[in-house]
């Protein structure tokens, strides 16, 4: 209970930093917002008046009170026309968009990633292992930014077999998914081959091979459990990355998710979008943290008894 309480008082600090961060940054941000929303030719009095209802004439300290104040009833409002719209709802529609396109990254990432680290760390240096330090190396130097655009003029253009973006359909899942979840499966195989390689090097590996155990046996039953414990570990951090990651992906593909959101938010100098986008973005962050630590412990008896 302690540890979760550690934790969650950490998350707080986290989400006010970011939060902290993000408002200094768009106050950095050259322009006027009362220019973006109202246009130069306004008269002083309406821009005056704009300015005093966004509470823009305030300093940042009391900016940030009011929309700490907001945010904690739920009652935060865009800062930009309609003023009526409030902020959480928007969020409500585009965060499980958003989590639906990480979940099926982080399954296609699965589906490539194991099977390549397993079979590469059974048999190291063959030609599946060959092959799949070839996937890692390529998967992670391919910018995201580069692959969707390359992915949508190969399947949604020349052969026309998915379409390039929106979720009318199921399909326009895919090219999205594969964009954000390439980089992450070519990082697992190569983390899932190198824990396999150090648990199969262990004496109770040795232990089971001179007892005349199956290869297969020794790997699936004694080694790949150990060999997962790190894997865990690093999955829960890259899948709480993903929902970062998926601001350019869904730029790239027009996906109505939280990282369009935050782009236009920023682009029309909406703050308190912003602002709410990037605490959403921190507190899942915080929040997958934990419950990977959680299912560590679960998984590893040393961690529940504070080895």
């Known amino acids: 209970m302690s540890r979760i309480l550690r934790r969650t008082g950490g998350a707080l600090l986290a989400a006010a ?18 220019d973006a929303i109202l246009g130069e030719q306004a008269q002083e009095a309406d821009r005056a008046a704009l300015r005093h209802a966004l509470h823009l004439d305030e300093p940042l300290p009391a900016r940030l009170w009011i929309f700490a104040r907001d945010a904690a009833t739920l009652e935060l409002r865009s800062s930009v026309p309609p003023f009526q719209d409030r902020v959480f709802d928007r969020i409500g529609k585009a965060l499980p968009n958003t989590a639906l396109l990480a979940g099926c990254a982080l399954a296609i990432a699965l589906l490539f990633a194991v099977p390549l680290g397993l079979l590469a760390g059974a048999r190291p240096g063959g030609k599946i292992d060959a092959a799949a330090s070839g996937f890692a190396v390529a998967g992670v130097a391919m910018p995201r930014i580069w692959l969707g655009p390359l992915l949508i003029l190969v399947f949604a253009i020349h052969l026309d077999w998915l379409p390039v973006s929106g979720l009318e359909q199921p399909a326009g899942l895919v090219l999205p998914a ?30 089971a091979r001179a007892k005349g155990l199956r290869e297969r046996t020794v790997i699936l039953k004694h080694a790949l459990r150990n060999a997962m414990l790190p894997v865990l570990t690093v999955l829960g951090l890259q899948l709480g990355a993903l929902l970062g990651g998926a601001v350019i992906t869904e730029k790239v593909f027009n996906y109505p998710g939280m990282g369009t959101l935050l782009l236009q938010a920023i682009d029309r100098r909406d703050y308190d979008m912003a602002r709410a986008c990037v605490l959403t973005f921190t507190l899942a962050y915080v929040l997958v ?17 504070g080895r």
């Open 178 to 207: 594969f964009t954000l979840g390439i980089a992450l499966a070519a990082f697992l195989a190569r983390m899932i081959r190198a824990s396999l390689l150090e648990a199969t090097s262990q004496d109770y590996v040795r232990t």
């Open 289 to 305: 943290s934990l419950l990977t630590d959680l299912a560590y412990a679960a998984a590893d008896p040393r961690v529940r008894e």
């Open 17 to 34: 930093g970011a939060v902290l961060l993000v408002s200094v940054f768009l106050d950095l941000v050259p322009g006027d917002p009362i």
